[in-house]
């Protein structure tokens, strides 16, 4: 299991105006005085950027509490598999008015990652993510994540890493076009990373990894704040803690934080979409694993993609039944349909849970049926988590109470008669 607390992404970037030194005065072209920022993980010893500020980026003139909803988690007991429907969380036409930050239904957490679900057709405050790292997966809808280093246009099907502390803003594009933002929210505590199994030892992406560094985009910039709000004072609502203790805080900074006249490193936003991930397939089926695309401390995040299936004589081609010994599965199933779990009631944003200790798998009938079947359409992200997770309002409020049953053809548990 990885315990690494490396970066997000090994991947020099830079834009806009810097020094030709670190550490020294800096003006730029037009004569404006700057003021450097390091962020950087791992204290100054981990991946880092560099920022040039027009203004002085620790101008902090207020701050007051931000009540962060009910992040309350439950024990899943009696134990059982979940299947939770997220569409019953936002009802046609409630999304009105909401934002990606602040109006996010938390489903599973525990102490490692927290998930949870947001429609949204509103941008949202400026926010920064002082627990840990987001990795925002993208179901539908299109927008701009502007932050201090720059705007990156994101769409359905995209992976959006976020690091840690950037302070940064959602912006849904053309709602009438796109329709509302619908984003599945994976939230860190410490760091993302691209799985070390795809990388050299300098961090370039190896023959054979699923995804290359041409796939991978960043911000474009630098994005400065027009120029009637660069002096205006300006909140940040901020995420802190960990455990039972995660506050939130609407911070105030007497200036506009997009000020960023140029920056370089290796830590900064970046997406990816699942379109451009390349499965591996073969003769009989192969395991989850081969479609990670990130890690962090003590789970998993695999995107499952449309692919040929296994040409074996008589090769399974959904997967076989697995007790996962030492993780809790979450799959959301965006699109597409999952053949496992065919009949089960599961559908499009459906969220399942099969937790430790329990032995999950297709139907039999899928199993069987499986055999020559040619082409997968599914499309489905999945977190496994190595601590339990426990369950959230949001999955409360939507969760399908035959679900358990459907592997034995029963709507109810026998106990019910
Ligand atoms: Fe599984």
Not at 345 to 357: D, R, Y
Request: hydrophobic fraction near 35%; charged fraction near 20%; aromatic fraction near 10%.
């Amino acid at each position: 299991m990885p315990t690494t607390e490396r970066s997000a992404l090994m991947y020099y970037r830079s834009m806009g105006e810097f020094p030709t030194s670190r550490h020294v005065t800096f003006q730029t072209s037009d004569g404006r005085e700057t003021f450097e920022e390091f962020i950087g993980e791992e204290g100054f010893s981990g991946t880092a950027s560099h920022l040039y500020h027009l203004g002085i980026p620790a101008n902090l003139v207020d701050s007051r509490v931000w009540d962060l909803g009910d992040l309350s988690t439950q024990t899943n007991t009696p134990l059982r598999p979940r299947h939770f429907r997220l569409p019953d969380l936002f009802p046609a036409g409630s999304h009105q008015g909401k934002d990606l930050v602040r109006h996010r239904r938390l489903v599973l957490g525990n102490d490692d990652v927290r998930i949870s679900y947001v429609v949204a057709d509103s941008p949202s405050p400026l926010f920064s993510n002082g627990i840990g790292d987001e990795v925002v997966y993208i179901e539908s809808g299109e927008a701009d994540v502007e932050s201090v280093f720059g705007t990156l246009r994101v769409r359905q099907g995209d992976n959006v890493v976020i690091p840690r502390v950037t302070i940064h803003r959602w912006v849904p594009v053309d709602v009438e076009k796109n329709g509302p933002l619908k984003a599945y929210c994976v939230e860190a505590t410490g760091h993302v990373e691209i799985p070390e199994k795809y990388l050299t030892r300098f961090g370039q992406f190896l023959e054979g990894a699923p995804l290359t560094e041409r796939n991978m985009r960043g911000p474009v910039g630098p994005l400065l704040a027009p120029a009637e709000l660069a002096d205006q004072d300006t909140e940040v609502y901020v995420k802190h803690g960990s455990g039972a203790d995660v506050h939130g805080a609407v911070v105030v900074y007497d200036h506009h934080p997009f000020d960023v006249v140029g920056w370089d490193g290796y830590l900064y936003p970046y997406a990816f979409n699942y379109r451009d991930f390349s499965p591996v397939t073969g003769k009989i089926l192969q395991p989850p694993p081969t479609y990670q695309i990130l890690q962090g401390h003590n789970f998993v995040i695999c995107n499952f993609v449309p692919r040929m299936l296994e040409y074996g004589e008589g090769a399974i081609t959904v997967p076989y039944y697995h007790s996962n010994v030492d993780a809790d599965e979450v799959m959301f199933y965006y699109a597409g349909e999952t053949a496992a779990r065919k009949g089960t009631g599961i559908g499009n944003a459906s969220v399942s849970l099969h937790p430790a200790a329990y032995t999950h798998g297709p139907t039999r009938q899928a199993y069987l049926n499986s055999v020559g079947a040619a082409e997968s359409k599914e499309m489905a992200f999945m977190v496994d988590t190595m601590n339990t997770l426990r369950v959230g309002e949001g999955a409360l409020a939507c969760d399908d109470p035959n679900y358990p049953w459907t592997w034995a053809g029963r709507r109810t548990p026998k106990s019910d008669g």
